[in-house]
């Protein structure tokens, strides 16, 4: 893998920082390549035909190098078109190259994370390839068949977006020098250790023999014989650079004692990482994962006008997948709070602000006061005193007949999402009418609560952030008007409505239990339990019991009767949930303290099918109750539509999240869930206890509302 990590200005002011003191350190020729016998005949660099503006980077790079012959690197180098994964079909994919699937225990292999083996062992399904990853691997494997085709001796095999050290020509020099009498198949000029497990031989002042632990297969010499053996060990299973660690034995590989060549930090990548939502979502990289996200997004802060809603929400919706983080403009507070924070030259919290048609007067002050700014404008009409000092590659006007993805995302310089454009363009919102003047409910300030450790991606903003920007007001917090809401399930359980519930048979990383049905017992007169036993299961130590709906549910209000368990290392919990994108809201008991509740809201953007599946810890905040949940039974909700999420106690409001506090609202319809299970993690609910089970969760009854379609509310002022 490589992601490259900070900001895109940051990136390219440090590349050109060094690109500036390669100059003044690199001195000598390069005497390796030639036709000679031990030299390198041919240079082989895998670019993509859209990527045109790449190729003629790399020449200007290689046009750097000077040969002992005092031709340029430039002259031996050959283009290899590379396979674009745009083009390939996940669902019809058919390769005798590569294999689509891999498993954990492939990346265990190559970085022993000891994190990963309680996963492992649980036997978790194969990883699937993403597009851009079976293309890499492709490119590559074209490239070795032409080195064969050419009677190559040696091959310098090249991705388009590297960077030449300023020791490169000094150091390759004495490497070859030094490896003059050995067989080479394969030679690492750039790579990437891993963090742990990094295995290697030591063979002299320039150059060492790895046996496994290098990322990274952008850089490297290969010979023929080393071609040859690379396809007869064909297909390829797992990312590239991840596969060749496995057959490093099979080989005479070695590797440049430091990296002499380096991926340029400045450009934006294509490439998308398989492997990064799992980690993420066992609690690995967390707080990493946004990286890859940031390497899709392109140029920002951006502004988008459209006097059509949907237009905006299409376009937002398609900016937020790629990374972004953007503000909808959806009521007059938050519209006023943009522009005095712009009026005032504020740094901006957002990356891209949509549909704040107040700030289409002040285009070239906002240039002003963000040189990077650029502007796009869906059938709108601009004064042209307002765009005067303005580039017109800092400006995109549209007509809406015209509006189109690709259009944009070419103008913002960032990566293409993978999903259809007509699945974004139905995406819908319900019709609100604010009414300001209406009276707001307050939420109880007394509640003591405690913001814990949160997730770090593009679509969360830390809370101390929030209220430095004044989008959170920390001393008066009020909570929008109660939605209209239509019953739809009330649920007592006296029996078991197969055509509303089912009980699952599954589980997931952080539990230590299998669901079981067996667990899940009717009670009288009314309700359930849900049982944690002390029995093994499967892979797993514990059985436990976990009752889900039939029904997604876009909006509505979600109500519980329970009495919650209290026995350390236990959740107890109801919520919505979904994935592909994962959209989660949370009301959870924790068995070490029932003196509280948790509530957590996941968001990741998207339609139906979407890849996001960031996050581990979500947004965590611990709210007291004042009573022990587990001495009676008392009634919980949970109530959601697109402007907030609200959770009641006793049918008293306690706590709200309104729209990036600290996350957009899920959007999507979800699944609700209750359960009950011992997790892995004793700093989230305590240690567990063999020797308390079997443990309990008692529910009486459920009651499902959905929101009415015309609903009308006021908007929450804390936004």
Request: proline share 4%; charged share 25%.
């Amino acid at each position: 893998m490589n992601i490259v990590t900070g900001s895109r200005f940051y990136r390219k002011l440090k590349f050109q920082t060094k690109k500036f003191l390669r100059k003044i350190y690199r001195k000598g020729k390069l005497n390796v390549f030639g036709s000679q016998p031990n030299q390198i005949n041919n240079v082989y660099i895998i670019n993509l035909d859209r990527q045109e503006k790449r190729w003629k980077d790399f020449e200007s790079e290689a046009k750097s190098l000077v040969l002992d012959s005092n031709k340029t690197l430039i002259e031996v180098c050959n283009r290899v078109p590379a396979i674009d994964g745009r083009n390939i079909d996940l669902d019809t994919f058919i390769s005798n190259s590569i294999k689509p699937n891999y498993e954990l225990t492939d990346q265990y292999f190559v970085d022993p994370d000891p994190r990963l083996l309680p996963i492992i062992r649980e036997k978790t399904e194969p990883i699937k390839l993403t597009k851009e990853e079976i293309a890499v691997a492709l490119s590559h494997i074209n490239c070795w068949k032409e080195l064969i085709k050419n009677e190559d001796e040696f091959a310098l095999i090249l991705e388009d977006d590297v960077f030449f050290e300023s020791i490169f020509t000094k150091k390759l020099n004495k490497i070859w020098e030094e490896l003059k009498n050995e067989k080479i198949d394969m030679l690492y000029l750039s790579y990437r250790a891993v963090d742990r497990g990094l295995i290697k031989d030591n063979f002299s002042e320039n150059v060492f023999i790895p046996r496994k632990g290098l990322w990274w297969f952008s850089g490297y010499i290969l010979s023929k014989s080393g071609a040859s053996k690379l396809l007869n060990e064909l297909p390829v299973q797992g990312p590239i650079d991840l596969w060749i660690n496995h057959k490093l034995n099979k080989i005479n590989v070695f590797a440049s004692s430091t990296s002499i060549i380096a991926q340029r930090t400045d450009l934006l990548s294509d490439n998308s990482y398989s492997i990064l939502p799992i980690l993420s979502q066992i609690g690995i990289q967390s707080d990493k994962t946004h990286l890859e996200l940031e390497n899709q997004k392109g140029r920002n802060p951006v502004f988008i006008f459209s006097k059509e809603p949907k237009n905006r929400l299409f376009v937002g919706h398609a900016l937020s997948i790629v990374g972004y983080r953007v503000l909808m403009n959806h009521s007059l507070e938050i519209e006023n709070k943009v522009k005095y924070q712009m009026e005032n030259g504020a740094p901006l919290l957002f990356d891209v602000y949509c549909g704040f048609s107040i700030l289409m007067d002040n285009i070239s002050q906002l240039h002003k006061l963000y040189p990077e700014a650029v502007f796009i404008t869906i059938d709108e009409n601009i004064k042209k005193e307002t765009i005067i000092n303005l580039k017109e590659t800092n400006l995109l006007v549209i007509n809406n007949s015209n509006l189109n993805l690709l259009t944009i995302f070419n103008f913002l310089e960032c990566t293409e999402i993978d999903c259809s454009l007509g699945d974004l363009k139905n995406i819908e919102t319900l019709n609100f009418t604010y009414k300001t003047k209406d009276i707001k409910r307050k939420v109880n300030l007394e509640v003591k609560k405690t913001v814990d450790q949160h997730d770090v991606h593009p679509w969360i903003i830390p809370f101390q952030s929030l209220t430095r920007f004044g989008m959170i007001n920390s001393e008066i917090e009020q909570s929008i008007i109660a939605s209209n809401y239509t019953s739809h399930i009330i649920d007592e359980f006296i029996n078991l409505n197969p055509q509303k519930w089912r009980l699952l048979e599954d589980s997931f990383p952080s539990n230590l239990s299998q669901f079981s049905e067996n667990n899940f017992k009717l009670i009288r007169p009314i309700g359930f339990e849900l049982e944690i036993r002390n029995e093994k299961m499967g892979d797993k130590e514990f059985s436990s019991a976990s009752i889900t709906s039939n029904e997604k549910f876009l909006y509505g209000k979600f109500d519980v009767v329970l009495k919650a368990n209290k026995s350390p290392g236990i959740v107890n919990a109801f919520f919505l949930h979904r994935n592909d994108p994962w959209q989660e809201i949370d009301f959870e008991f924790l068995g070490n303290d029932t003196t509280s509740f948790l509530t957590n809201v996941y968001y990741n953007p998207g339609v139906e099918g979407t890849n996001n599946n960031y996050g581990v810890r979500g947004t965590p905040i611990k709210i007291k109750l004042g009573f022990d949940a587990s001495k009676d039974f008392h009634k919980y909700g949970i109530e959601w539509d697109p402007l907030e999420v609200r959770w009641y106690v006793d049918d008293k409001l306690v706590t709200s999240r309104a729209i990036w506090q600290p996350t957009p609202i899920p959007d999507l319809p979800m699944n609700f869930y209750i359960n009950a299970w011992p997790t892995r993690s004793e700093e989230l609910a305590g240690a567990l206890n063999k020797l308390d089970m079997p443990q309990k969760l008692v529910v009486k009854s459920v009651k499902i509302s959905k929101l009415s379609k015309k609903r009308q509310a006021t908007h929450n002022i804390a936004l």
